[in-house]
């Protein structure tokens, strides 16, 4: 019996020995299997000039239309386009899926992951599938080629790398409401439903600004009004047709419209409710957003708050 005992106890150890040999010899960084770090990499983001994020959510688009990137044909957010730039540009595989695991991934990504295409002009030059699991810890982008599936990573970085490519649609607009600049303003009409006495028309002559109707108006109380109007920002667009809804059908406690020299028309529609510090509100006509209340008391300001005292 104590034979017995030491040919169990060799063959442990041996056993033992042989799997901490392969442990050792895994860990060596020249015995690992090579992951090609540029898999997904394009020899030049500076050229390409459209991405398409298609999801079972829908389709982003995002171009660059020769001054400026739009997503769906409406103004981008410039910094999240620099930062979808800069993700692409660093992110690299930190190893591949293992075989077990990868037919799974793949499935899951090209059904409910992001199909991510990358155009120059035309010419699609990269194409793969992007998403994580359930808990948005761990990033994958796959080869539709190869169907090989990589964990993702930003070397230095806690990121979950897959996160920008989500984004819905709201999520890359350009966060201020009014497309204008002072060379290319026409007017702006205030309005206020409950106190239509108080409404007011902004235009300008030859040398300044004036509000029609108004002979004296106080030229530094609306130079900081339309500024604070031109620089207004969205805090959240928000993708809820219900909330669209309910507020389009009662009338908003203010709405500015805003024309440009090319006839085009910024529509802000505002609902103000208690003391509350968010204000929803519709940009153009079918966007809600919303707002800090700080932001939007700024604008609260009727035709008789510029009359020259």
């Not at 806690?158 to 490519?165: A, F, K, N, Q, T």
Request: proline share 4%; charged share 25%; glycine share 6%.
């Amino acid at each position: 019996m104590q034979e017995t005992k030491n040919k169990r106890r060799f063959v442990l150890l041996t056993v033992l020995t042989v799997a901490t040999l392969i442990v050792f010899w895994w860990i060596q960084p020249e015995n690992r299997p090579n992951v090609d770090r540029d898999l997904f990499q394009v020899e030049d983001l500076t050229t390409i000039s459209k991405v398409d994020l298609v999801s079972d959510t829908g389709k982003v688009t995002l171009a660059f239309d020769g001054a400026r990137w739009l997503v769906n044909e409406q103004p981008a957010d410039g910094d999240m386009i620099r930062v979808l730039f800069a993700t692409l540009q660093q992110a690299r595989p930190k190893r591949a899926v293992a075989s077990l695991r990868r037919d799974s991934i793949f499935h899951y990504l090209e059904e409910s992951g992001v199909r991510v295409s990358l155009f120059r002009g035309e010419a699609l030059i990269k194409r793969f599938f992007a998403g994580g699991n359930s808990g948005r810890t761990q990033a994958f982008f796959a080869d539709p080629v190869s169907g090989q599936v990589y964990l993702m990573n930003i070397p230095g970085y806690r990121v979950y790398v897959s996160g920008i490519l989500e984004l819905p649609e709201h999520g890359w607009r350009d966060k201020f409401v009014f497309g204008f600049n002072w060379r290319n303003f026409k007017s702006l009409e205030a309005r206020f439903a409950r106190n239509p006495s108080e409404n007011f028309t902004v235009s300008m002559d030859r040398t300044h600004f004036g509000i029609q109707g108004l002979s004296q108006a106080d030229t530094a109380r609306l130079n900081n009004f339309l500024d604070d109007v031109s620089l207004l920002t969205v805090d959240e667009y928000i993708s809820e047709p219900m909330l669209r809804d309910s507020l389009l059908v009662v009338d908003p406690q203010m709405e500015i419209l805003v024309t440009d020299i090319a006839n085009r028309r910024y529509r802000l529609r505002l609902y103000l409710s208690g003391q509350s510090r968010v204000v929803p509100g519709i940009v153009q006509d079918s966007q809600p957003a919303l707002f800090n209340s700080q932001k939007i008391e700024r604008l609260m300001k009727p035709k008789s708050f510029f009359r020259e005292k």
